[in-house]
């Protein structure tokens, strides 16, 4: 089994803390290591060093590289540019086949950036979705929703199978308020993680049958990558279809399987979201760094460490705190930390 | 006449900002100098800057000093400990009374943080006030309440005389929200704004008549300041009563006169002043600094100058930012910043 962790994105949800050059999966919001090692983390119990993988952008590779000391260094890849995740899979593919992977390795990919609350859970999930996808099907881990969430694409599944696994009905877009309640109810809807398990020979099939650009490439890129060549990489790369895994790939693939589960996920969309996933104390704060909080109530409180935070008697609200900028939303419009970014972007780039 | 300032206050209302030795006298709350170089501009126009006195505290007077550098630096004298304001205003009149001045002088006393938005206005009332006073009685100047005040003490006045002052009736006290909310309907109260004006010889008997210990040193605190003996000042400091002007003096003194003013004031008392004294934005803000607000409303946004303040859809919140410390707290609880100093206090002293 070959592990792929997608890292390459760039976002500012986090900011003042993720900036274009230190985005989310560079951040140590749960515990000591940034969110990208602790995803490499979560494998090596029982996936070799040398077959776990991270596609990310040159741009952040050497950050990546630095964040994760115990993975060989070639094992981080990057793509020439972002071209979203359909490529960015062509790519770990193409990767493993150069490496030797043979037509009945299964390839897991994972993002870089989720949080997972039971870590015995999920491994003994993945070995289940893993089992599963070597005998052929495409495989995605759906989490069982636990609130009517908007942020998040669902899953319908069928009936399950006596692997553990059920056929995938449909993929569903975000849905709006009423239409999330009505998935939850049902009982039938699963959140979309973006995990997905599949053999080296059935990604390569499903890539030649929907996406002939990028299958046309396949061989350029293994054997760029095999060189060392980014010259031709990037050339190959130009030529391949932008597109996500989703819509290019798993819409119309010959068969999907999803594996439902309750290891308690969450993507950790923005600021809001850490009450979910953080340690919480006992008036329903989060607090990270030097923070002095009196009668503070349901609160995300991210101190500097060269400065103490004060709060009194504030509710719902984010406040970070960093080196250069401090951001003050209340939590339930914590995702329009991108108006103020996008308010920045021309004034200080290295703000942003 | 002759002017003092009393700049001894060591306050931490306007915490991260003011601290034990940066108290708000000498911040910049409005426009470029500190509050009490503010205060001694007001003056120089029409008094000799030999003639402006600054009573402090040993702590704070190199930091005065450097805040007034025209100002003679012997003109500010210390305390050699806070004694309240009945004690400082002896130990000016000392002070006059060493550098030779006369009986009939007048001194008019200022706290050095207040603010004063109509500076003509304040410069025609200080000279009425000071020609009441130059005929024998102590004269205060009042304030016309605006609002239902309970922060400040009010002055109950008489009838009106030909010189434009009235006698005063009676010092109240902080009154609570009714009280305060009557004091207004009536008309004849005014607030206490802490300025006062006297003759030299008038304080002197004043004092004589009721500060017994006080009386019996001032001519050694006067000779102590004369030859700059902080030993013989400190032991004659020990031996004065520390009783306020208001009670040692003001409430039994034979005649006290006070005058209306309506030129604008505000003792700034905490954060939450702000927005009544300084230029408040198109949606009700007060930014400071380097400050990005996005859909705010009613907030004191005072933005560090090494760091962008960015705030999105937040009201009627107090953020202050500093080297060191960052406050947030509703506007109507900024009061309670003592609380934050007071858990600081014991564990680091340079933050409070």
Redesign the interface.
Known sequence: MYVVIMAGGSGTRFW?LSRRRRPKQLLSLFGDRPMVAETVERFVSFVPREQILIVTSEQLAAAIREAVPDLPPENVLCEPFGKNTAPCIGLAAAAVRARGGTADDVIAVFPADHFIRDVDGFQRLVRLAADVASGGPIVTIGIEPTKPETGYGYILRGETRADGSAEVVEFVEKPGRDTALRYVRDGRYLWNAGMFFFRLDTIEREIDRQLPHLSAQMPTLADALLRGDTVALSSAWELVEAVSIDYGVMEKAAAVRVVAATFGWSDVGAWDALPEVADVDESGNVTMGDV?A?DCHGCVLV?HD?????????EG?V?V??????????RD?AQ??R??VE??RHR?PD?V
Do not use: F, K, M
């Open positions: 003042p002095v009196i101190g060269r400065r103490v935070l004060a709060a009194v008697g504030i609200l406040v705190d960093s080196e250069d900028a401090l951001l003050v939303a209340p419009r329009e930390v108006n103020i308010s920045l200080d703000l």
